[in-house]
């Protein structure tokens, strides 16, 4: 991770070139979509090693319009979502697709353009395409069973690496890594927005942040930021990005209360619901990101907070997230102050037919130039 920060802190600086751009344009922004192209061209620069220009060329861009498509709401994309987390054998047996087929096509022709460019080669980049390439070379994926994943067994599954398995995970990699982190960074700055008191202690967090390190960007940001940080927690737990988590049993399990599950049931979360149950968050309507310092996060019932999942399918790049998510953050932090746009209500609703945590009618919030920002402007390391 740390050597991908570069790429990062590069995309950061582009980042502030076009949010002034944006500003100038009008003061009201619908950040989400701000956001998306910050985190869209992070993913693309770190992951795919290719320059997708979200930020400075959003007409006609490609990936700007992939992303769209992923999560576009339409009631029957609605109904198949939640027909493949009840039904999955019914789902594919009737031959729908996780994703939509220009979707899939358009990632095949990227990443087999991709791989050519390397000569099917790992490049020593450290990126997922390295990973990809090594996959491909091995002909064959090898990890640990889910089952029995608490005993000494010795238990592997060897998983068959073809063209849809690496399409799928390029398609997942890509919706996780920029939705993710763009919708987080969003509500954060819309619960900033909401509580001048929070917002001016992250700005001064981030003042002393860029002090310290003479107005540079640095992998350190996450852990030398930890009130920021503990923001995005909060936000994440009044927002949780996927409200609902399905997983399936892999074996008969009988809890010690003696509710027993068999294999294969499908098992749904309630993410949301856990992450607002007033016994493991008191007031927990109320933005409070002192819940999340570190001295408090003890305090947190395991399994309560959930926003990246849990246990061995815990989201891989959550690391990942959070180091873009805090450079995104200090380099709009550092110039502008957030409030709420006129006509911006203090209570979201939510749209039915998303897959994830999204708000009808977008967040728009209003970005005033703070003072003295000059002194902050970012060096190149």
């Known amino acids: 991770m740390k050597n991908m ?118 490049a020593k980049r450290n990126d997922f395409v390295d990973l990809l390439l090594k996959l491909t070379n091995n002909k064959t994926m090898t990890g640990d069973s889910l089952v029995n994943m608490k005993s000494d067994a010795d238990k592997k599954v060897v998983l068959e690496v073809d063209d849809e398995l690496l399409v799928a995970q390029c398609v997942l990699f890509f919706a996780a890594g920029f939705e993710t982190s763009s919708t987080a960074v969003s509500y954060t700055l819309y619960e900033l927005a909401k509580n001048p008191e929070a917002q001016e202690r992250a700005l001064e967090e981030v003042d002393d942040y860029l002090r310290r390190h003479d107005n540079t960007l640095k992998y350190e940001c996450v852990a030398d930021t930890p009130y920021l940080e503990a923001c995005v927690d909060e936000a994440l737990r009044l927002y949780p990005v996927l409200g609902v988590l399905t997983r399936e049993v892999v074996e008969d399990y009988t809890f010690p209360s003696g509710l027993k599950v068999e294999k294969d049931t499908r098992v749904h979360l309630p993410v949301y619901h856990l992450h607002h149950h007033p016994e493991y968050f008191p007031d927990p309507e109320q933005f409070q990101p002192e819940r999340f310092l570190p001295e408090n996060k003890k305090n947190i019932k395991p399994y309560t907070y959930m926003p990246f999942g849990e246990g ?25 102050r957030v409030e709420l746009a006129p006509g911006m209500k203090r209570e979201l609703v939510f749209e039915p037919r998303s897959i994830v945590t999204q708000p009808i009618g977008g967040i728009k919030l209003k970005f005033v130039e703070r003072d003295n920002w000059e002194e902050r402007l970012l060096k190149t390391p």
């Not at 992951?47 to 339409?74: H, P, S, W």
């Not at 039904?87 to 220009?102: D, S, V």
């Not at 399918?313 to 502008?336: D, N, P, V």
């Open 5 to 122: 920060f570069h790429l990062i802190e590069k995309c950061s600086r582009v980042f502030e070139k076009a949010l002034d751009k944006e500003i100038q344009k009008c003061d009201d922004i619908e950040v989400r979509v701000l956001m998306a192209g910050f985190t869209m061209d992070c993913i693309g620069s770190c992951a795919f090693g290719v320059d997708t220009n979200v930020m400075e060329k959003k007409e006609n861009n490609i990936f700007r319009k992939m992303a769209d498509d992923l999560f576009d709401v339409q009631s029957f994309r609605a109904f198949k979502g939640v027909a493949r987390g009840i039904w999955p054998a019914l789902f594919y047996g009737l031959g729908f697709r996780a994703f939509p087929g220009q979707i899939e096509n358009f990632f095949n022709n990227f990443m087999k353009g991709i791989f050519k460019g390397r000569q099917y080669t790992p």
């Open 312 to 336: 061995p399918r815990l989201c891989i790049g959550m690391r990942f997230a959070r180091m873009q998510m805090a450079a995104g953050l200090i380099t709009l932090l550092k110039k502008y």
